[in-house]
């Protein structure tokens, strides 16, 4: 009986506990019964009894749901669970199970445990937060590792010990490897030999725990090639370490690309012939390359950083102000002519092409130049030896014509003094008509002189005994205030020249300098001497153009005058040009045409205040001096006969030179050109001693009418007449048995000398 009661308060108590335990359960708790059908089976459940917390969890009051079958309280057509929860009601084992009770829409941990026969229990556990957390975290894992597989970075989790412990799939883009290959594979083992040192250490300084580590090295890729990977990684709690890097192969390659680039630019801009250079916006220098450096004479450290302004390179300001005007407007020029000038302040000519560039973000001028000095100096002595040939076109053409007319003042003043008795008062009239026409003829040598075309008698001389010869005839031709002084070289080569036309140089420019000194005391000296030009020696020279290098005799003629500046220099061989008040003829002109007649050159030094040096320079001649016979008795007088063709286009000259023959007893046939000539000769060819023919005609000139001639009579003589020179006419005739020449104006006595000396040569 002790028993008994003993088992009852046993039992009591655990009915107290149980149902303590049932009210004070943190979990909501529902206990049911399991309703069957006829044949046993389950078909639904019903809620016998719930905690307090059943509610708290499952939102449903307990009279809501308390008697109720499953359907009724949730309010579904089926019982929730029903095979789950009745099976173990029905004596199958306890189950648990975590699911969205989609009738509460809530997620539950449900733990089932049987009662007894028909009978079971749900425990429910509310897990919808933590769910949410759960899917949250899932969501973000998801996100974050679609964001580690799709991101064009290479992204890596690794540890200090080298060795990779998760990799993204842009390493297998970048380098070939897979995902699989690289994760758990030693990092370490794909780096460049000579980068492994480098990162030896950045592994190092993040073991050490420094934050971020950013460094460059090269990774082997599967191909076997190596590809810059730049890295910024971070040390992360147990030994990890984080890191996402990039590759920067292209970056780097366009870098050494670059570099290549500047270094081929470097050397084409040092191997470039022209002078280059670099400035900012203000024209200071940044660079320059060696041409520019051996143009301008400075170094390159001279230059960077200045202007050239600043070291004086420009000689014209206004033309500088047009350069930066024209570059400020279009933001280039070309081929821009600039004065300029060396660092030793030699002047020069640059041709400067100029562009507004970006040089790094800033703007920057290049600029190529042409150093065109020595172009713009052959330029003006070509132009300069134009000017002076069109000009001795003009004045050969001008004596030409001018010989022609002089032909009939003169001959006739001659014939008419013939006529006339010695004591007739027209006698001086007309001699002084022959003096006119003598002086205007010597003006047309001068003429013929300066075109190159006058009448030389070549023949080797001895340059300082002629200007020994006219010593007495040049001191009375200068002032008395002026001494003259000689330097003659011995043993001096011969010249081939005409000793007429070099007294006259000689003379023109002694004169010229005594007259350069005026009234005050000076010196001029002349030198003689044999030397060696080359072709520098020969640059400016007048004439220099048309000799070769080589020995020449020179003939020098030094003052101490006023001396000239560069416009007067340019203009010292024009004809008629003076610095004196009143013009003296063709003066150095004349000189200049002498000198190119005997192939020779001339070389002119003069500044303000420091005097005028005039240099001759001859070809020395390898023929010896001859010198002149003594004086001859004067023939007797002579008369011709026969007959004589006259050809000349002017009719004054055909009836002078018919009545000149006429006195000496010749009978003249004349004819007014060449093709009048012919119908002329051709009847009485056998009976024509002489032609006399003029060179420059109209219908057939004198040439094709001489060689028609000879062809009509092989052994004809014929005498060329012509206003320009003997040497410039006879060329063209040579070895083709031409008689003679004479120039005209010439006097009866001259054009009889010469056609005795054709006919009668004996005498």
Same mark, same amino acid.
């Given at each position: ?30 206990? %049911? ?53 009745? $099976? ?87 380098? &070939? ?54 890295? /910024? ?17 292209? =970056? ?24 280059? *250079? ?36 420009? +000689? ?32 020069? *000519? ?18 190529? $130049? ?5 172009? /713009? ?53 007309? *001699? ?5 026409? =003598? ?31 006219? @010593? %007495? ?29 070099? =007294? ?45 290098? @080589? ?19 340019? /203009? ?30 001339? /070389?002119?030094? $003069? ?22 016979? &003594? ?22 000259? +055909? ?43 109209? %219908?057939? &000139? ?45 006097? *009866? ?15």
């Amino acid at each position: 009986m002790d028993d008994g009661r003993t088992n009852a308060r046993r039992n009591l108590t655990t009915e107290q506990l149980f149902g303590s335990l049932f009210q004070h359960m943190a979990e909501g708790v529902a206990l %049911h019964e399991v309703v069957v059908d006829g044949a046993g089976k389950a078909v639904n459940y019903r809620i016998l009894d719930v905690n307090p917390q059943y509610e708290r969890y499952t939102g449903l009051a307990p009279d809501r749901v308390i008697g109720k079958l499953a359907t009724e309280a949730y309010g579904t057509p089926t019982p929730p669970y029903l095979h789950e929860f009745t $099976s173990v009601g029905l004596g199958g084992p306890p189950t648990r199970l975590e699911t969205h009770f989609a009738p509460l829409n809530r997620h539950y941990e449900i733990s089932v445990a049987p009662l007894g026969p028909g009978f079971f229990a749900t425990i429910f556990l509310d897990v919808s937060e933590r769910r949410r957390q759960e899917a949250a975290l899932q969501r973000k894992t998801e996100e974050l590792d679609r964001f580690f597989n799709i991101t064009l970075d290479l992204l890596c989790i690794a540890n200090t010990e080298g060795q990779f412990l998760r990799v993204n799939a842009a390493w297998t883009v970048v380098l &070939g490897w897979s995902v699989a290959e690289l994760e758990g594979a030693r990092f370490l083992d794909l780096v460049h030999p000579d980068d492994l040192a480098s990162t030896l250490v950045a592994v190092q300084a993040l073991s050490g725990g420094q934050q971020v580590i950013d460094f460059t090295n090269r990774y082997r890729a599967k191909d076997g090639s190596y590809r810059f990977i730049e890295w /910024r990684s971070a040390p992360a709690p147990g030994g990890l370490i984080y890191a996402a890097a990039r590759d920067v192969t292209h =970056r780097f390659e366009a870098e050494s690309a670059l570099r290549a680039s500047e270094e081929r630019f470097r050397r084409i801009f040092e191997l470039v012939p022209n002078p280059l *250079t670099v400035a900012d916006a203000q024209g200071t220098m940044l660079d320059c390359n060696e041409a520019f450096c051996q143009t301008s004479g400075y170094t390159r450290e001279e230059v960077l950083g200045r202007k050239p302004a600043d070291l004086g390179m420009w +000689r014209d300001i206004a033309r500088r102000d047009l350069l930066v005007e024209t570059l400020r407007r279009t933001g280039y020029v070309h081929n821009f002519e600039m004065p300029a000038q060396d660092k030793d302040g030699k002047p020069q *000519t640059l041709l400067l092409s100029v562009r507004m560039l970006e040089i790094a973000g800033q703007p920057a001028m290049v600029a190529a $130049s042409q150093n065109v000095t020595e172009q /713009r100096r052959l330029e003006q002595q070509m132009l300069h030896s134009q000017k002076l040939e069109s000009l001795g076109v003009l004045a050969g053409g001008i004596a030409h014509d001018f010989n022609n007319l002089l032909t009939g003042i003169l001959g006739n003043a001659d014939l008419a003094l013939l006529d006339l008795s010695p004591v007739s008062p027209a006698r001086e009239s007309l *001699t002084a008509i022959g003096s006119g026409a =003598r002086r205007a003829a010597e003006l047309c040598r001068q003429l013929l002189a300066y075109s190159g075309k006058g009448r030389f008698q070549v023949q080797p001389i001895d340059l300082a005994e002629l200007v020994q010869e006219m @010593g %007495h005839l040049l001191s009375i031709s200068i002032s008395k205030k002026v001494v003259l002084k000689y330097h003659f070289a011995s043993h001096l080569p011969a010249v081939e020249a005409d000793a007429t036309q070099m =007294r006259q140089v000689v003379m023109n420019l002694i004169v010229n300098a005594s007259e350069a000194i005026g009234e005050r005391s000076g010196v001029v000296s002349v030198t003689t001497g044999l030397g060696h030009c080359d072709a520098e020696d020969l640059k400016g020279g007048y004439c220099a153009e048309s000799i070769q290098p @080589g020995d020449f005799v020179y003939l020098e003629i030094e003052d101490t005058g006023r001396g000239m500046d560069q416009a007067t220099l340019d /203009r010292i061989f024009d004809p008629f040009f003076t610095t004196k008040f009143t013009g003296r003829g063709l003066g150095l002109a004349a000189v200049l045409g002498i000198v190119r007649g005997h192939h020779g050159a001339i /070389r002119v030094r $003069s500044e303000p205040g420091r005097g005028t040096t005039f240099k001759l320079l001859f070809p020395p001649s390898a023929a010896s001096i001859s010198r002149a016979a &003594g004086p001859t008795a004067q023939a007797a007088p002579w008369r011709g006969r026969g007959q004589i063709l006259v050809v000349d286009d002017e009719e004054p000259v +055909r009836t002078l030179s018919r009545r000149m023959l006429e006195r000496s007893g010749f009978s003249v046939i004349t004819a007014a050109d060449g093709r009048e000539a012919l119908e002329k000769f051709g009847p009485v060819r056998h009976n024509i001693a002489l032609v006399l023919l003029d060179l420059t005609m109209p %219908h057939l &000139g004198g040439e094709a009418c001489f060689h028609a001639l000879r062809q009509m009579k092989a052994d004809v003589k014929v005498v060329l007449s012509s206003g320009y020179s003997e040497q410039d006419v006879v060329t063209a005739f040579a070895g083709k048995g031409l008689a003679g020449f004479i120039q005209k104006p010439y006097t *009866t006595d001259e054009l009889l000398a010469k056609v005795r000396e054709i006919l009668d040569p004996t005498l």
